[in-house]
């Protein structure tokens, strides 16, 4: 099983950004995909859950109306569009999956939000 993030940068306060997150040794299509992200200092938080079939979609707070995630199982790929950023939204982005009772966690893309 192997997740890889890309898409992240520097980007000004306001702008945009899409997240990718490729996937291989399993099929997304049966499984719910999550976006997490870790700020300097702090713990691993929530970002967004698309479920198996795309039919619910959770998000933080935080992000909710800012950030929309979706899946392209054709693709074996997990997305998150980002937009109207901010700088508390500067982290290391990861992509998860549970299999088998089992997190599996990509390596990360690192988003910076700044001026």
């Known amino acids: 099983v192997q997740l890889v993030e890309s898409g992240g940068g520097l980007v000004q306060p306001g702008g945009s950004l899409r997240l990718s997150c490729a996937a291989s040794g399993f099929t997304i299509s049966g499984y719910n995909m999550n976006w997490y992200r870790q700020a300097p200092g702090k713990e691993r938080e929530f970002v967004a859950t698309?479920?198996?079939?795309?039919?619910?979609?959770n998000y933080a707070d935080s992000v909710k109306g800012r950030f929309t995630i979706s899946r392209d199982n054709a693709k074996n790929t997990v997305y998150l569009q980002m937009s109207s950023l901010k700088p508390e939204d500067t982290a290391v982005y990861y992509c998860?999956?549970?299999?088998?009772?089992?997190?599996?966690w990509g390596q990360g893309t690192q988003v910076t939000v700044s001026s």
């Open positions: 698309i479920t198996w079939s795309g039919g619910t979609i």
């Open positions: 998860n999956v549970r299999l088998s009772l089992r997190d599996y």
